[in-house]
């Protein structure tokens, strides 16, 4: 115990005092410092023959200093802690050490300190409450609840509390309990009244606090000690190397070295404290760590009874090594929601231990280690689902919401308001108050592009002067930012300019360099540079010129950062370590240093600039899905069928992990989520589900997932993307994806579930970490393009088919060859942007050949040319003429431009006459035309001119197509060319430069290196030499200018262009250029001149070998490798098949020993052979390069031993071996003798079936005939194959025509019954006719025999009872069937197998197994015979009854073959059977939709007037009556006059009959319809619709939601010969229009709601003409008049829905007796005018030529 004075209390956690008795050598000698203050105040005080000695010349954060104290009329010791700006002058915030006060003085009356003054320890000592946290009342808005638990800071009453107690108390002592940095944590005592109390648990009493235990005080980061520790850390004293004095040291160190040494040797060595310091002051830390260690072993044995802290050296260390101070300061984090697991384990404490922890001042815990490792407060994860923002840092600020919060200058608010720019958007309100506050800032966003993002706010720190008073001098940077391009660069730096037109000047330098260092050392920087514009490529060189460039930088900013880091990610390097060395200094401590990168898109490789190079980083994204991957969640694809999703979906989820689990499963919509939830109720006890329809249960589930769960169990919630705000889950640790996303933005937000489970990336070892997966089916590949580029970056594993689909899908090149070719991949061979540039990146074998220049002239594709560049694009590409060319360069040249020449002559001779010189009247959009300059040109009109001008000054922009260039022309000047000089092609040509390209990935060149370009070669000769020709372009190099000496009769080279541009700097080698193109040209056939292969050279000179099959008639053993089908397969011989693999493995083995040969440059062309190394088998082989995919840089290759075709990597292909050619290709290409494929049978099913059954299995080859293939150059064998395992040798062929894999000749069709097990007599029989019929289907001269068989057949088996019936006889007939081409015949077997079909009931699987269902419905398809279509239409219906095989029927297209029917003009008997069929097929909305969509409504309405019998009428009610869920097509029901027909025959029908019910439920579906357009009718009627028959639940639901309709809004004009109506609807799903000559019908649905327009003409249209088209997401509906003149009214009968639309009003004639017109003055004229349709169907004004929505 020993007592102190209280001089001041801030909070319980920091309060300062002085010892006046107990510690020996921390009890203050009050003489000494009453000495101390005599000596400062006569040192400082009297007058100086220079002031300068004792004033400091530079001020910085943390020194020490002495300063006059007005108030206490004394010179004082103190510590400047920051300068603040007032007028002219600076002032000192200083800290007074021995009287714990602040302070503010002049800077210029701040005086140095001298090392005699500072020998004693700071008198004033801080303390801390020992074992408690603060305390407040935590208010639940929401739960209207309110609750006491741990806070962040005390609360005022606990401060003024404290505060009111020191000042009344008489005597104050403590204990002693640790001591932690330069704080004492005590047990304050306070004598009141002869009453000693307890101030630690005084405010426990009085719940101002409560305790805490040591270890959790460390454990728990909300600890207010902890958390009052880390904050006025700012405040401590800076370590002793950090002052220039080597003197002076810290009083904190004094304690936990000397003081405490003294404490353990005991009371009796007492010394005086300066003596102790003096010999302390050269002790290392390495020393007063040891001697701090064993003081606190002293300490904890010195009484038994106290639990004294184990001193940590933690702390120590940080204090040595602090980091540097800034000059603002951070705001805490704020608290979470849910109380602290030191609050919840303090009220369960019972109340026997509380009194017990009340009474004793020790801890409770007196056995445990106490440590004071004190944990800076962890960075916080703040979600916003309303705005999609997400925040990640350890600071918590208040967004922006408006200008006037913004913490930008008024200067620049002006401006922006300037450019109409009034309130910051959302990313700008979360990043603003972080740059403002000076923060290290990372922001994602989908605006990361746009530097107002970051230029206000650090254009208004850049304005504050006296923040960088301190920086040297010097012509260089404040600011420096970075960005990805050059254009780029020129953007921002205009921006600055307009931002600051107004404001304080800045000094702005833009820093373009190229490659020469030169040029680089000639930089100059603008006087009092202030903000630097530069790439990364030129900031690296300058780094490397000027090492001191970045001695005044403050702030750094990575404009696009992701690009950035992608595209140079080297020099990033660079520039972030020259960055982190010149900011990590002493002399920088009290400057600003900020780090700035904003960006579109997150990557790993920004992982480091998280982590390494910001200081308490602020991340802000705004975009969902990048904050998932910042988050590194784990992402999953599965591929399954769609109908084994939910199978596939069970099998996956986890319900045995001993972790808690929380599974969120996003489906489509309420029917998924319905399905989802049944299928997984059985499975977990805690599955919930929420869709749109259960708003009222969203609070209830929010309830049951917010529970607290035991580990293992899985919780599960099914719900929909609409749902997901609504729920604002952020814990869940697994989110599926049942329903594929329809956008990133969805699949973003379905991410953000796991926000609470995000990797922390700022703490080492973090583990956190969500799960996606998605599931994707063959439905959802076409929705995949978007998701994919995503699921790239996230390294999640796709599948190479998939991504091969994809990739083929998403390439618009294999079709639109219309499109003009890149003009980067032209330029440099490649397009950095291909996934959105809109031009073509693939070559076409007619669209890129060399085009003719004249009629016998054609472009040339090699030799030497001169050109004259007549209009220069760019450092590298022009346009041109060719004025000779020659093969080699010794031929003599020939002229190409002798036409062009007589055609200018004759242009000439032609308009010197008047009459031809006359100006063009009407002009047309790309049209020639001749130009009257100088001299005469052909020209081609690109725009019109605008009307507005005057016909003095009306320009048209044109094109000159003879040279190349554009420009503004006179419209006088046009005159109208002849086509006699139209015939002429264009003679302008394409010229590039090749194998040359911008420095630093720049995709487009420097202006600087342009102009001068264009300058050098604009209208001279040149010679050059072709490298390739390709349409109207040429590849030029070298081109060259060639100079004649006329005195010397010679020529030189006077420059090469390629380099020039080289030698600019500003152009590097493009070695690859030619290559690339020459491979597209091989990709696309197209033929390249002069081409030689040493590969292919070989390949023809050893003329390689293949392993041949002997044509002997002997059987050889082999082993299938490869089967597509069976016109192509591939096997080995198993004669050479130890040989290969011997010869396999020494190929392999030279690879791994002489890896040497890998050559990254090698480039393989297609018909190369080489080596690929084969994922699967990881394993070297020999492959034939068929074609390349240019955009993954893969190939695909042909492996010549196996037969197998497959993707390879660029990088895994590589030049063959020296042997690799000795052994011949293993692979023999075969084909099955007397088998096709079938027709439409994809080629995986067969080779699954091929692989499953002759896997590694032995069979036995017989060659019959053999033929070239032209894929190997091999022979392809047709032979027969057999299988010698099973008894009797089963043929291949045979096989597979049984499997219905292949289709085969008579020869294989008579063995298909030879080996059948017969059951009984009867059954023995059949097979035996049966093979008998298909013995007979070879012999054309036995058709009638085969035909009496077969109606033989059909008799016999119409005679059996029910009892016989067999399943073999039903599998006999199903086989029979499919190979039988007489109508006759076919019918005859029909009808056996509907009669076995009816005796065996339901039990039908042998049609299935047979395929007899596709076999009938394929006869159906082009069959005429009547009696053939009954018969099959009666065997549909009996299978129709079983609902097994509805989906067998329904896959194959049944329905729609029998609705054909249906419409078709065929028999009475043929419809009536075709109606039953159909009506027994109703059993799904999957049906319901197949049938709509065949339109057959109408037609059954109209067939109920012509039937008479009950069965029929039956049968169609139940179809039409099945239909009715659907709105469309009850609307087409009521149109037919449906309703009275129905009336008629419930008239004449019994009520007890089964016709009667149905069509009485029929009648009911259209009275609820009909009632919505009746309102008069009573509302009773609306209510029967109860008794829809047989209704699928999910269409009954559908049909309950919203049966009522609505009339849309229609605005209509018209035209001479059309009538427009414009249909004000969007978002609609279903839409219909019906045409007739004096009528519109229109239907549609937007959401639940049905919109119908009935609309009855006023006249008469052409219904054939006539059309509805979706202009800007409404339908327009088109219809032409039958004649041509103005129709007064568009209705006969008037419909307030249907208005005239007056924006097409302009002037009406006074002849115009509209109705609408009435009232209008007419003292002008005024028409309408109306929209063109041109042939895209888009709509433009007949005035204007931009495409502006009417």
């Given at each position: 115990?020993?007592?102190?004075?209280?001089?001041?209390?801030?909070?319980?956690?920091?309060?300062?005092?002085?010892?006046?008795?107990?510690?020996?050598?921390?009890?203050?000698?009050?003489?000494?410092?009453?000495?101390?203050?005599?000596?400062?105040?006569?040192?400082?005080?009297?007058?100086?023959?220079?002031?300068?000695?004792?004033?400091?010349?530079?001020?910085?954060?943390?020194?020490?200093?002495?300063?006059?104290?007005?108030?206490?009329?004394?010179?004082?010791?103190?510590?400047?802690?920051?300068?603040?700006?007032?007028?002219?002058?600076?002032?000192?915030?200083?800290?007074?050490?021995?009287?714990?006060?602040?302070?503010?003085?002049?800077?210029?009356?701040?005086?140095?300190?001298?090392?005699?003054?500072?020998?004693?320890?700071?008198?004033?000592?801080?303390?801390?409450?020992?074992?408690?946290?603060?305390?407040?009342?935590?208010?639940?808005?929401?739960?209207?609840?309110?609750?006491?638990?741990?806070?962040?800071?005390?609360?005022?009453?606990?401060?003024?509390?404290?505060?009111?107690?020191?000042?009344?108390?008489?005597?104050?002592?403590?204990?002693?309990?640790?001591?932690?940095?330069?704080?004492?944590?005590?047990?304050?005592?306070?004598?009141?009244?002869?009453?000693?109390?307890?101030?630690?648990?005084?405010?426990?009493?009085?719940?101002?606090?409560?305790?805490?235990?040591?270890?959790?005080?460390?454990?728990?980061?909300?600890?207010?000690?902890?958390?009052?520790?880390?904050?006025?850390?700012?405040?401590?004293?800076?370590?002793?190397?950090?002052?220039?004095?080597?003197?002076?040291?810290?009083?904190?160190?004094?304690?936990?070295?000397?003081?405490?040494?003294?404490?353990?040797?005991?009371?009796?060595?007492?010394?005086?404290?300066?003596?102790?310091?003096?010999?302390?002051?050269?002790?290392?830390?390495?020393?007063?760590?040891?001697?701090?260690?064993?003081?606190?072993?002293?300490?904890?044995?010195?009484?038994?009874?106290?639990?004294?802290?184990?001193?940590?050296?933690?702390?120590?260390?940080?204090?040595?090594?602090?980091?540097?101070?800034?000059?603002?300061?951070?705001?805490?984090?704020?608290?979470?929601?849910?109380?602290?697991?030191?609050?919840?384990?303090?009220?369960?404490?019972?109340?026997?231990?509380?009194?017990?922890?009340?009474?004793?001042?020790?801890?409770?815990?007196?056995?445990?280690?106490?440590?004071?490792?004190?944990?800076?407060?962890?960075?916080?994860?703040?979600?916003?689902?309303?705005?999609?923002?997400?925040?990640?840092?350890?600071?918590?600020?208040?967004?922006?919401?408006?200008?006037?919060?913004?913490?930008?200058?008024?200067?620049?608010?002006?401006?922006?308001?300037?450019?109409?720019?009034?309130?910051?958007?959302?990313?700008?309100?979360?990043?603003?108050?972080?740059?403002?506050?000076?923060?290290?800032?990372?922001?994602?966003?989908?605006?990361?592009?746009?530097?107002?993002?970051?230029?206000?706010?650090?254009?208004?720190?850049?304005?504050?002067?006296?923040?960088?008073?301190?920086?040297?001098?010097?012509?260089?940077?404040?600011?420096?930012?970075?960005?990805?391009?050059?254009?780029?660069?020129?953007?921002?730096?205009?921006?600055?300019?307009?931002?600051?037109?107004?404001?304080?000047?800045?000094?702005?330098?833009?820093?373009?360099?190229?490659?020469?260092?030169?040029?680089?050392?000639?930089?100059?920087?603008?006087?009092?540079?202030?903000?630097?514009?530069?790439?990364?490529?030129?900031?690296?060189?300058?780094?490397?010129?000027?090492?001191?460039?970045?001695?005044?930088?403050?702030?750094?900013?990575?404009?696009?950062?992701?690009?950035?880091?992608?595209?140079?990610?080297?020099?990033?390097?660079?520039?972030?370590?020259?960055?982190?060395?010149?900011?990590?200094?002493?002399?920088?401590?009290?400057?600003?240093?900020?780090?700035?990168?904003?960006?579109?898109?997150?990557?790993?490789?920004?992982?480091?600039?998280?982590?390494?190079?910001?200081?308490?980083?602020?991340?802000?994204?705004?975009?969902?899905?990048?904050?998932?991957?910042?988050?590194?969640?784990?992402?999953?694809?599965?591929?399954?069928?769609?109908?084994?999703?939910?199978?596939?979906?069970?099998?996956?989820?986890?319900?045995?992990?001993?972790?808690?689990?929380?599974?969120?499963?996003?489906?489509?919509?309420?029917?998924?989520?319905?399905?989802?939830?049944?299928?997984?109720?059985?499975?977990?006890?805690?599955?919930?589900?929420?869709?749109?329809?259960?708003?009222?249960?969203?609070?209830?589930?929010?309830?049951?997932?917010?529970?607290?769960?035991?580990?293992?169990?899985?919780?599960?919630?099914?719900?929909?993307?609409?749902?997901?705000?609504?729920?604002?889950?952020?814990?869940?640790?697994?989110?599926?994806?049942?329903?594929?996303?329809?956008?990133?933005?969805?699949?973003?937000?379905?991410?953000?579930?796991?926000?609470?489970?995000?990797?922390?990336?700022?703490?080492?070892?973090?583990?956190?970490?969500?799960?996606?997966?998605?599931?994707?089916?063959?439905?959802?590949?076409?929705?995949?393009?978007?998701?994919?580029?995503?699921?790239?970056?996230?390294?999640?594993?796709?599948?190479?088919?998939?991504?091969?689909?994809?990739?083929?899908?998403?390439?618009?090149?294999?079709?639109?060859?219309?499109?003009?070719?890149?003009?980067?991949?032209?330029?440099y061979g490649i397009c950095r942007d291909n996934k959105t540039c809109p031009s073509r990146h693939k070559l076409h074998h007619n669209a890129d050949k060399p085009r003719y220049l004249t009629a016998e002239k054609i472009l040339p594709a090699?030799?030497?040319?001169?050109?004259?560049?007549?209009?220069?694009?760019?450092?590298?590409?022009?346009?041109?003429?060719?004025?000779?060319?020659?093969?080699?360069?010794?031929?003599?040249?020939?002229?190409?431009?002798?036409?062009?020449?007589?055609?200018?002559?004759?242009?000439?001779?032609?308009?010197?006459?008047?009459?031809?010189?006359?100006?063009?009247?009407?002009?047309?959009?790309?049209?020639?035309?001749?130009?009257?300059?100088?001299?005469?040109?052909?020209?081609?009109?690109?725009?019109?001119?605008?009307?507005?001008?005057?016909?003095?000054?009306?320009?048209?922009?044109?094109?000159?197509?003879?040279?190349?260039?554009?420009?503004?022309?006179?419209?006088?000047?046009?005159?109208?060319?002849?086509?006699?000089?139209?015939?002429?092609?264009?003679?302008?040509?394409?010229?590039?430069?090749?194998?040359?390209?911008?420095?630093?990935?720049?995709?487009?060149?420097?202006?600087?290196?342009?102009?001068?370009?264009?300058?050098?070669?604009?209208?001279?000769?040149?010679?050059?030499?072709?490298?390739?020709?390709?349409?109207?372009?040429?590849?030029?190099?070298?081109?060259?200018?060639?100079?004649?000496?006329?005195?010397?009769?010679?020529?030189?080279?006077?420059?090469?262009?390629?380099?020039?541009?080289?030698?600019?700097?500003?152009?590097?080698?493009?070695?690859?250029?030619?290559?690339?193109?020459?491979?597209?040209?091989?990709?696309?056939?197209?033929?390249?001149?002069?081409?030689?292969?040493?590969?292919?050279?070989?390949?023809?000179?050893?003329?390689?070998?293949?392993?041949?099959?002997?044509?002997?008639?002997?059987?050889?053993?082999?082993?299938?490798?490869?089967?597509?089908?069976?016109?192509?397969?591939?096997?080995?011989?198993?004669?050479?098949?130890?040989?290969?693999?011997?010869?396999?493995?020494?190929?392999?083995?030279?690879?791994?020993?002489?890896?040497?040969?890998?050559?990254?440059?090698?480039?393989?062309?297609?018909?190369?052979?080489?080596?690929?190394?084969?994922?699967?088998?990881?394993?070297?082989?020999?492959?034939?390069?068929?074609?390349?995919?240019?955009?993954?840089?893969?190939?695909?290759?042909?492996?010549?031993?196996?037969?197998?075709?497959?993707?390879?990597?660029?990088?895994?292909?590589?030049?063959?071996?020296?042997?690799?050619?000795?052994?011949?290709?293993?692979?023999?290409?075969?084909?099955?003798?007397?088998?096709?494929?079938?027709?439409?049978?994809?080629?995986?099913?067969?080779?699954?079936?091929?692989?499953?059954?002759?896997?590694?299995?032995?069979?036995?080859?017989?060659?019959?005939?053999?033929?070239?293939?032209?894929?190997?150059?091999?022979?392809?064998?047709?032979?027969?194959?057999?299988?010698?395992?099973?008894?009797?040798?089963?043929?291949?062929?045979?096989?597979?025509?049984?499997?219905?894999?292949?289709?085969?000749?008579?020869?294989?069709?008579?063995?298909?019954?030879?080996?059948?097990?017969?059951?009984?007599?009867?059954?023995?029989?059949?097979?035996?006719?049966?093979?008998?019929?298909?013995?007979?289907?070879?012999?054309?001269?036995?058709?009638?025999?085969?035909?009496?068989?077969?109606?033989?057949?059909?008799?016999?088996?119409?005679?059996?009872?029910?009892?016989?019936?067999?399943?073999?006889?039903?599998?006999?007939?199903?086989?029979?069937?499919?190979?039988?081409?007489?109508?006759?015949?076919?019918?005859?077997?029909?009808?056996?197998?509907?009669?076995?079909?009816?005796?065996?009931g339901r039990d039908l699987d042998e049609i299935k197994q047979e395929r007899g269902i596709y076999v009938l419905v394929k006869l159906l398809q082009g069959v005429t015979s009547a009696e053939l279509q009954e018969s099959i239409c009666i065997?549909?219906?009996?299978?129709?009854?079983?609902?097994?095989?509805?989906?067998?029927?329904?896959?194959?297209?049944?329905?729609?073959?029998?609705?054909?029917?249906?419409?078709?003009?065929?028999?009475?008997?043929?419809?009536?059977?075709?109606?039953?069929?159909?009506?027994?097929?109703?059993?799904?909305?999957?049906?319901?939709?197949?049938?709509?969509?065949?339109?057959?409504?109408?037609?059954?309405?109209?067939?109920?007037?012509?039937?008479?019998?009950?069965?029929?009428?039956?049968?169609?009610?139940?179809?039409?009556?099945?239909?009715?869920?659907?709105?469309?097509?009850?609307?087409?029901?009521?149109?037919?006059?449906?309703?009275?027909?129905?009336?008629?025959?419930?008239?004449?029908?019994?009520?007890?009959?089964?016709?009667?019910?149905?069509?009485?439920?029929?009648?009911?579906?259209?009275?609820?319809?009909?009632?919505?357009?009746?309102?008069?009718?009573?509302?009773?009627?609306?209510?029967?619709?109860?008794?829809?028959?047989?209704?699928?639940?999910?269409?009954?639901?559908?049909?309950?939601?919203?049966?009522?309709?609505?009339?849309?809004?229609?605005?209509?004009?018209?035209?001479?010969?059309?009538?427009?109506?414009?249909?004000?609807?969007?978002?609609?799903?279903?839409?219909?229009?019906?045409?007739?000559?004096?009528?519109?019908?229109?239907?549609?649905?937007?959401?639940?709601?049905?919109?119908?327009?009935?609309?009855?003409?006023?006249?008469?249209?052409?219904?054939?003409?006539?059309?509805?088209?979706?202009?800007?997401?409404?339908?327009?509906?088109?219809?032409?008049?039958?004649?041509?003149?103005?129709?007064?009214?568009?209705?006969?009968?008037?419909?307030?829905?249907?208005?005239?639309?007056?924006?097409?009003?302009?002037?009406?004639?006074?002849?115009?007796?509209?109705?609408?017109?009435?009232?209008?003055?007419?003292?002008?004229?005024?028409?309408?005018?109306?929209?063109?349709?041109?042939?895209?169907?888009?709509?433009?004004?007949?005035?204007?030529?931009?495409?502006?929505?009417?």
């Amino acid at each position: 115990m020993f007592e102190i004075f209280i001089i001041k209390v801030e909070d319980p956690s920091c309060f300062w005092g002085r010892i006046t008795n107990g510690f020996c050598d921390l009890v203050e000698n009050a003489n000494q410092y009453q000495r101390l203050e005599e000596k400062m105040n006569q040192f400082y005080n009297r007058s100086h023959e220079d002031l300068e000695e004792i004033k400091l010349p530079v001020l910085e954060q943390g020194q020490i200093c002495a300063i006059y104290c007005h108030e206490l009329r004394c010179w004082c010791r103190a510590i400047l802690e920051s300068l603040v700006s007032s007028g002219s002058s600076y002032l000192a915030e200083c800290f007074l050490v021995d009287y714990a006060k602040h302070i503010l003085v002049k800077a210029k009356d701040v005086r140095r300190a001298v090392d005699a003054f500072w020998k004693l320890p700071y008198r004033a000592k801080k303390f801390t409450l020992f074992g408690i946290q603060p305390l407040t009342l935590h208010i639940d808005v929401c739960e209207e609840k309110a609750k006491i638990g741990p806070a962040v800071r005390w609360d005022s009453a606990a401060i003024q509390y404290f505060q009111k107690m020191s000042l009344e108390s008489e005597v104050a002592e403590a204990k002693l309990q640790g001591v932690t940095g330069d704080t004492f944590a005590v047990q304050l005592y306070l004598s009141l009244n002869d009453e000693k109390v307890c101030l630690n648990d005084d405010l426990v009493a009085k719940f101002f606090a409560c305790y805490v235990s040591p270890k959790d005080m460390v454990k728990s980061p909300n600890s207010a000690s902890a958390i009052s520790s880390a904050l006025y850390q700012k405040k401590e004293v800076p370590a002793k190397k950090n002052v220039g004095h080597a003197a002076l040291a810290l009083w904190s160190e004094t304690v936990q070295g000397s003081a405490l040494t003294v404490l353990k040797q005991g009371p009796a060595d007492q010394e005086p404290v300066a003596q102790c310091l003096q010999s302390q002051e050269s002790i290392s830390s390495k020393s007063m760590s040891k001697q701090y260690s064993e003081t606190a072993v002293s300490l904890s044995n010195r009484k038994s009874t106290e639990s004294l802290a184990t001193f940590s050296l933690c702390s120590l260390e940080k204090e040595l090594n602090c980091k540097r101070a800034r000059f603002y300061l951070h705001d805490e984090m704020g608290m979470d929601r849910e109380s602290s697991p030191v609050m919840q384990e303090c009220d369960e404490i019972p109340a026997a231990r509380r009194l017990l922890q009340f009474l004793n001042p020790d801890p409770l815990n007196a056995k445990s280690e106490l440590e004071f490792n004190l944990q800076q407060p962890s960075y916080k994860m703040a979600f916003d689902p309303w705005n999609g923002v997400l925040v990640h840092s350890l600071i918590k600020l208040r967004p922006c919401r408006s200008m006037e919060m913004s913490p930008i200058s008024l200067d620049l608010k002006k401006e922006l308001w300037k450019k109409k720019i009034v309130s910051p958007n959302v990313v700008q309100a979360y990043c603003w108050p972080a740059i403002g506050r000076g923060c290290d800032l990372i922001a994602i966003s989908q605006k990361g592009d746009d530097p107002l993002l970051y230029l206000p706010p650090l254009l208004t720190f850049l304005q504050l002067p006296s923040v960088y008073s301190y920086q040297p001098r010097r012509n260089l940077p404040l600011a420096i930012i970075v960005c990805p391009g050059r254009q780029k660069a020129h953007f921002v730096c205009q921006m600055l300019m307009d931002l600051t037109r107004t404001s304080r000047p800045l000094s702005l330098s833009l820093v373009l360099v190229g490659q020469d260092p030169e040029e680089t050392k000639k930089t100059k920087f603008t006087k009092g540079c202030d903000v630097v514009v530069t790439t990364p490529h030129s900031l690296a060189r300058v780094l490397q010129i000027h090492c001191l460039f970045f001695i005044r930088l403050s702030h750094l900013v990575l404009d696009r950062v992701d690009v950035l880091f992608d595209e140079a990610m080297d020099e990033m390097n660079t520039i972030l370590q020259c960055f982190r060395e010149a900011t990590n200094v002493p002399e920088r401590g009290s400057t600003p240093q900020q780090l700035i990168a904003v960006g579109q898109h997150w990557s790993k490789k920004m992982d480091s600039l998280l982590k390494e190079n910001q200081s308490d980083p602020y991340v802000v994204i705004t975009v969902m899905e990048e904050a998932a991957l910042y988050g590194n969640v784990h992402q999953i694809v599965k591929v399954c069928l769609d109908c084994e999703k939910t199978s596939f979906l069970i099998t996956m989820l986890d319900f045995t992990s001993e972790i808690l689990q929380k599974t969120i499963i996003f489906a489509n919509c309420a029917e998924e989520v319905d399905h989802v939830f049944k299928a997984l109720g059985s499975n977990s006890h805690f599955c919930m589900k929420v869709h749109e329809g259960m708003s009222l249960q969203v609070s209830n589930t929010m309830d049951e997932w917010s529970k607290k769960f035991n580990p293992g169990t899985h919780v599960i919630l099914v719900t929909t993307d609409n749902c997901v705000k609504a729920l604002r889950i952020t814990d869940a640790t697994c989110v599926i994806h049942y329903g594929f996303p329809s956008s990133c933005e969805i699949f973003g937000t379905r991410l953000c579930c796991m926000v609470d489970n995000f990797d922390n990336l700022t703490m080492e070892g973090s583990t956190r970490q969500g799960q996606s997966i998605v599931l994707l089916t063959e439905k959802d590949v076409l929705q995949t393009v978007s998701i994919l580029h995503y699921l790239e970056r996230t390294e999640a594993k796709i599948p190479k088919e998939l991504f091969k689909f994809i990739l083929n899908m998403n390439n618009p090149d294999d079709i639109c060859y219309d499109r003009a070719l890149c003009k980067y991949l032209k330029a440099y061979g490649i397009c950095r942007d291909n996934k959105t540039c809109p031009s073509r990146h693939k070559l076409h074998h007619n669209a890129d050949k060399p085009r003719y220049l004249t009629a016998e002239k054609i472009l040339p594709a090699t030799g030497y040319i001169e050109i004259i560049p007549t209009c220069v694009s760019d450092a590298s590409s022009c346009y041109g003429r060719i004025i000779h060319h020659r093969n080699k360069w010794e031929d003599t040249p020939v002229s190409m431009e002798e036409d062009y020449l007589m055609l200018l002559k004759d242009m000439a001779d032609y308009y010197l006459e008047d009459d031809c010189r006359k100006p063009v009247e009407q002009l047309e959009v790309s049209a020639l035309y001749g130009l009257e300059e100088k001299s005469y040109s052909r020209v081609q009109l690109i725009a019109l001119p605008k009307k507005a001008e005057s016909a003095v000054l009306r320009n048209a922009r044109v094109k000159y197509i003879d040279s190349g260039h554009t420009g503004l022309v006179m419209q006088k000047q046009l005159l109208k060319l002849p086509a006699k000089f139209q015939v002429l092609p264009p003679q302008v040509v394409e010229f590039i430069v090749c194998s040359v390209k911008p420095i630093d990935n720049e995709m487009d060149w420097n202006p600087q290196v342009s102009r001068y370009i264009k300058q050098k070669i604009s209208n001279k000769s040149h010679e050059a030499k072709i490298a390739l020709a390709l349409g109207n372009t040429l590849w030029l190099n070298p081109v060259v200018r060639m100079a004649k000496l006329a005195d010397l009769k010679t020529t030189i080279l006077e420059y090469n262009i390629r380099s020039q541009i080289m030698n600019s700097g500003f152009g590097t080698d493009n070695a690859e250029h030619i290559e690339r193109l020459k491979d597209l040209c091989r990709v696309a056939g197209l033929s390249l001149p002069n081409e030689h292969s040493p590969l292919k050279q070989l390949r023809y000179d050893n003329k390689l070998e293949h392993v041949t099959l002997k044509n002997d008639g002997n059987y050889h053993s082999v082993v299938i490798s490869e089967f597509c089908s069976p016109k192509k397969f591939h096997v080995r011989l198993v004669a050479t098949r130890d040989a290969f693999y011997a010869f396999e493995n020494e190929i392999n083995q030279k690879v791994m020993e002489k890896e040497m040969f890998i050559s990254n440059s090698y480039v393989p062309t297609v018909g190369d052979l080489c080596l690929a190394f084969c994922e699967t088998e990881k394993r070297w082989r020999r492959v034939k390069i068929l074609s390349v995919v240019d955009s993954k840089r893969s190939y695909e290759v042909f492996f010549v031993d196996f037969g197998t075709c497959s993707y390879i990597s660029w990088n895994n292909i590589h030049p063959l071996l020296k042997d690799a050619l000795r052994l011949p290709f293993q692979a023999i290409c075969c084909s099955l003798l007397g088998v096709e494929p079938v027709e439409k049978l994809c080629n995986p099913e067969i080779k699954e079936w091929s692989w499953s059954t002759f896997q590694d299995k032995e069979l036995q080859v017989k060659v019959i005939e053999q033929s070239r293939n032209d894929l190997t150059d091999a022979i392809c064998y047709h032979v027969v194959v057999q299988d010698p395992s099973n008894a009797g040798s089963i043929k291949l062929s045979e096989c597979m025509v049984s499997k219905q894999l292949g289709i085969g000749p008579p020869a294989i069709l008579n063995q298909l019954f030879s080996e059948e097990a017969v059951e009984n007599k009867e059954t023995s029989y059949i097979f035996y006719l049966c093979s008998s019929v298909c013995a007979l289907l070879g012999d054309q001269n036995s058709s009638s025999l085969r035909t009496t068989i077969v109606e033989e057949l059909k008799d016999i088996v119409l005679q059996y009872p029910a009892e016989s019936a067999s399943e073999s006889g039903l599998h006999f007939l199903c086989r029979l069937l499919r190979f039988l081409s007489v109508p006759k015949e076919q019918t005859d077997v029909i009808i056996a197998m509907t009669h076995v079909a009816r005796m065996q009931g339901r039990d039908l699987d042998e049609i299935k197994q047979e395929r007899g269902i596709y076999v009938l419905v394929k006869l159906l398809q082009g069959v005429t015979s009547a009696e053939l279509q009954e018969s099959i239409c009666i065997a549909l219906g009996i299978p129709g009854e079983n609902t097994d095989l509805h989906t067998a029927i329904i896959d194959a297209n049944a329905l729609k073959h029998l609705c054909h029917l249906l419409k078709m003009p065929i028999e009475t008997n043929v419809w009536e059977t075709t109606i039953g069929a159909l009506a027994s097929l109703l059993c799904s909305s999957r049906v319901c939709e197949e049938i709509e969509q065949q339109e057959i409504v109408c037609h059954l309405c109209m067939k109920i007037e012509l039937s008479s019998k009950d069965k029929v009428l039956e049968n169609v009610l139940k179809v039409l009556c099945y239909l009715s869920g659907r709105p469309q097509s009850l609307n087409l029901m009521l149109l037919s006059g449906l309703v009275s027909t129905i009336d008629r025959l419930l008239v004449h029908t019994s009520s007890k009959t089964a016709l009667y019910e149905v069509a009485n439920n029929l009648k009911s579906s259209l009275a609820s319809l009909q009632n919505l357009h009746c309102p008069q009718n009573d509302a009773a009627s609306c209510e029967r619709n109860t008794g829809i028959m047989d209704l699928p639940e999910d269409r009954q639901n559908k049909l309950a939601v919203d049966p009522k309709s609505f009339h849309p809004e229609i605005k209509w004009h018209q035209k001479e010969d059309r009538l427009i109506l414009n249909i004000k609807l969007r978002n609609f799903t279903e839409h219909s229009c019906k045409f007739d000559h004096c009528r519109v019908v229109f239907s549609a649905s937007v959401g639940t709601k049905l919109y119908l327009a009935d609309l009855e003409l006023n006249g008469r249209i052409l219904e054939e003409k006539s059309s509805c088209v979706i202009k800007n997401e409404e339908p327009v509906i088109i219809l032409f008049k039958e004649e041509k003149s103005e129709w007064s009214t568009l209705l006969k009968f008037k419909n307030p829905n249907v208005t005239f639309d007056f924006n097409y009003l302009e002037e009406v004639t006074e002849d115009v007796s509209l109705p609408i017109w009435n009232g209008i003055r007419r003292n002008r004229k005024q028409v309408v005018i109306e929209p063109i349709i041109d042939e895209y169907d888009s709509f433009t004004s007949a005035n204007d030529s931009s495409e502006e929505d009417y």
